[in-house]
C-alpha cells in the first residue's frame, strides 16, 4: 500500500503531465487557478488581475508567445516575492549552522563567568580559613583582580601583565601587615602606599607573580580569543542571511520560480540542471567564502585542541588560590629579610596597635541540607569545546555547497519529472551547468555575474584576520610567542612543555585538580552579556543550590605546618550556617554547551 509522500508525489507527476499535455497542445484557458494563487501569496485582493489568458506584450521578464494570465503590475510583485524568498531561503539554509555556533558562544561565555566567579570564591576562602586576620581588606583586591579577568575574557582593553601586577601590589601591604607585623597596623596611608611600591622592587612573592602572569596569558588568550571567533561567525552568517540581491540575479529568480504561474503551471518546478544555473550565478559571489570558512573552522579546531594544561583556563582558574597561598606563605617565611628591606625603603612606621577585624560569615544564610551531586569527569570544559567543534566540522562547505542545497532539498524538481527550465515545460534541461564561483560564471547561460561584492569582501577579510588571530593564539609543540594584554605588555617566548616553573604541576600547597560539571541549563539566546559585579568577600559567598559542609570538610590540604582547612572552623560561629560552595561543589552549567 503506497505512503502519503508516494501519493502525493505520483498526484503531482500526473497533474504535471496533464499540464504539461494541456499547454504544449492549447494553453491554459482560464486565469482563476492563477488569480488564486497570487492573491494568497500575497495575502489579499489584487484589482486587476485578468480573468483570462491575455496578451502578454508589457511583460518583461516572463515574456511568451503564448496568452498569459500576468499583467505588468504582477510581475513586478512577483519579482520582490522572488527575493524575499531568497532571502527566507538562505535564512532557513543557515538556521543549524547559526543556532550551533550562537547557543555555544552563550554557553561558552555562561561557563567563563561561572569559572570566573568559583575561582574567586576559592580566593576567597582561602584568605577567610587561613588567612582571616586580613580576609576583609583582601576582599576589594580578590574581586578587583577576578573584575578584570572576566573583563579581558570578554573583550575589554585591559592588560593581564597590569592587573596581575596590581593584585600583588595591592596583597603585600596586607600580608606585611597582618603576617609580618602581626597584631600592629601603621595608621598612615602613604606608609602602606610605599610598600606598595616597594613590591615590585623587593619580590617578597619569589616567582609566583612571573608564573601566574605565564599562566594567566596562556589560558586567558586562547579562550578570549575563541570567543571573539564565535562572535564573528555569527556575523558571517548573519550578513549572509540578509544578501544583496543583484538585478540579474532577480530576473533569473522571477523567471525560474514565477514566470510559470502565468502560464497557469502553479505546481512546476525547475529543472535540476537550471535550478544549479540560476542559484550558482546568484550566490557566486558568497561561495567565494568557502575556503575561508573551511578554514576558519579548521583554525577554530586546532586552537580548541591546543587548549589543555596550562593552557587550559579551567585548569588555571581554579588553582588560582593555590598560587596566591604558595606567595603568602613564601612572604612569611622571608619576613625578618623583607622587614629590613621595607624599612630601608619606606622608614619604620609609627604604629598603633589595633585589633584585627575578624573574618565573618553573612549569618542570615540557613542551612538547606545540601549535598554535592556525583561528578561526571567526561562532562568538562575541553569535552563540550571538543563536542561544539566536530559538530561545526560538518558544516566546513556550508558556503561552497549552499547554491546546491537549495535546489537538492527544495526548489528543483525530481530527476526524470518534467521541469520548467525557463520557458517550458520540458523532459530535461539541455543547457551546461556551471560550477560554483565566480570564475564559473563566465559560461552560466541564466544569470550573468559581474565583478564582486564588497560586502563579502569585507565579510572575507575579517574571516582573514580572526584566522591569523587564532592560528597566532594556538600554542605549538615547541613555543608559543604570547604577546599579553590588548596593546602591549609583556611579550615572551613560552615552551609548550609543562614544567615546574610554569606550576602545572601543581603549587607547593598541592595542585586541585577539579573538573567543571556541566548540566542543563536553558539559554534563552546568543547575546554577549556583560558580567554581573559580584560581591565576593568573607560575608557573600556565591553558592550553589545543592552542598553539605560534611562534604566539605574532607578536603584538606597542607603546605608544610600551614593548613587549608575548608570545614571554616577559624571564623565566627555564624560558620555552621554558611555552605562552602567552591570546594569541589558541581557547578551549574548551561546544557546547551
Known amino acids: 500500500m503506497m505512503d502519503a509522500r ?162 600583588f601590589d595591592s596583597l603585600f601591604p596586607l600580608v606585611y601587615n597582618y603576617l609580618i607585623n602581626p597584631g600592629i597596623t601603621d595608621s598612615s596611608l602613604e606608609y602602606s602606599e610605599c610598600i606598595r611600591m616597594a613590591r615590585r622592587d623587593i619580590s617578597p612573592f619569589g616567582n609566583i607573580p612571573k608564573r601566574v602572569m605565564g599562566q594567566m596569558g596562556r589560558s586567558l588568550l586562547p579562550s578570549r580569543t575563541l570567543l571573539q571567533a564565535l562572535n564573528l561567525g555569527i556575523e558571517v552568517i548573519n550578513t549572509t542571511d540578509h544578501l544583496h540581491v543583484s538585478k540579474e540575479c532577480g530576473r533569473a529568480l522571477l523567471r525560474m520560480q514565477y514566470c510559470p504561474h502565468c502560464q497557469g503551471l502553479m505546481l512546476s518546478k525547475p529543472c535540476m540542471g537550471y535550478c544549479l544555473n540560476v542559484m550558482r550565478g546568484c550566490l557566486a559571489y558568497m561561495a567565494e567564502l568557502n575556503p575561508h570558512w573551511h578554514a576558519y573552522i579548521r583554525s577554530l579546531e586546532e586552537l580548541s585542541d591546543a587548549m589543555h594544561g596550562t593552557y587550559d583556563i579551567e585548569h588555571v582558574l581554579l588553582n588560582f588560590h593555590l598560587l596566591v597561598n604558595d606567595a603568602v606563605m613564601q612572604a612569611h617565611l622571608n619576613g625578618q629579610k623583607l622587614s629590613e628591606q621595607v624599612n630601608k625603603i619606606c622608614g619604620h612606621p609609627i604604629r598603633t596597635p589595633t585589633q584585627s577585624p575578624r573574618c565573618s560569615f553573612d549569618g542570615s544564610k540557613e542551612k538547606h541540607g545540601m549535598k554535592i551531586s556525583p561528578r561526571n569527569g567526561e562532562e568538562t570544559l575541553a569535552s563540550r569545546r571538543k563536542e561544539f567543534i566536530n559538530s561545526l566540522r560538518l558544516h566546513r562547505t556550508f558556503y561552497g555547497a549552499l547554491a546546491d542545497q537549495l535546489c537538492v532539498n527544495d526548489l528543483a524538481a525530481a530527476d526524470g519529472l518534467p521541469c520548467w527550465n525557463g520557458e517550458d515545460i520540458v523532459k530535461s534541461y539541455n543547457q551546461p551547468v556551471v560550477g560554483n564561483g565566480i570564475k564559473a560564471q563566465s559560461g552560466n547561460p541564466e544569470v550573468k555575474v559581474k565583478g564582486t561584492d564588497p560586502v563579502i569582501n569585507q565579510i572575507i577579510d575579517k574571516l582573514k584576520h580572526v584566522i591569523q588571530l587564532l592560528q597566532g593564539r594556538s600554542p605549538k609543540p615547541d613555543k608559543w610567542e604570547l604577546q599579553m594584554g590588548s596593546g602591549g605588555g609583556m611579550v615572551e617566548q613560552i615552551s609548550g612543555d609543562c614544567d615546574d616553573e610554569d606550576g602545572c604541576g601543581g603549587s607547593g600547597s598541592g595542585e586541585v585538580k577539579r573538573t567543571l560539571k556541566v548540566t542543563d541549563l536553558n539559554i534563552s539566546g546568543s547575546s554577549v552579556r556583560a558580567r554581573e559585579k559580584i560581591g565576593i568577600n568573607c560575608m557573600y559567598l556565591w553558592m550553589p543550590e545543592e552542598m553539605n559542609l560534611s562534604d566539605i570538610k574532607q578536603i584538606h590540604q597542607t603546605d608544610g605546618d600551614s593548613t587549608f582547612d575548608t570545614t571554616g572552623a577559624g571564623c565566627t560561629a555564624a560558620t555552621e550556617s554558611m555552605t562552602f560552595t567552591l570546594m569541589g561543589a558541581v557547578m551549574i552549567l548551561p546544557g546547551l554547551w
Not at 573584575?147 to 592588560?159: E, H, I, P
Open 6 to 167: 508516494t501519493w502525493r508525489v505520483g498526484w503531482r507527476c500526473l497533474l504535471l503531465l496533464v499540464i504539461f499535455g494541456s499547454t504544449r497542445s492549447e494553453g491554459v484557458q482560464s486565469c482563476e487557478e492563477v488569480r488564486k494563487l497570487f492573491q494568497w501569496r500575497l495575502a489579499g485582493a489584487v484589482k486587476g488581475l485578468p480573468d483570462s489568458p491575455r496578451a502578454g506584450s508589457d511583460l518583461q521578464v516572463c515574456i511568451s508567445e503564448k496568452p498569459t494570465c500576468c499583467t505588468r503590475k504582477m510581475e513586478e510583485r512577483y519579482h520582490i516575492v522572488a527575493r524575499e524568498d531568497m532571502q527566507q531561503a538562505l535564512q532557513t539554509a543557515s538556521s543549524t549552522l547559526k543556532f550551533l555556533i550562537s547557543r555555544n558562544a552563550a554557553a561558552f561565555q555562561e561557563t567563563l563567568e561561572t569559572l570566573i566567579r568559583q575561582a574567586e570564591n576559592y580566593t576567597s576562602i582561602l584568605f577567610c580559613n587561613t588567612y582571616r586576620n586580613m580576609a576583609l581588606e583582601a576582599a576589594a583586591t580578590v574581586q578587583e583582580f577576578f573584575t578584570d579577568v572576566g573583563l579581558y575574557l570578554f573583550g575589554a582593553d585591559v592588560n593581564p601583565e597590569e592587573f596581575v601586577n596590581r593584585f
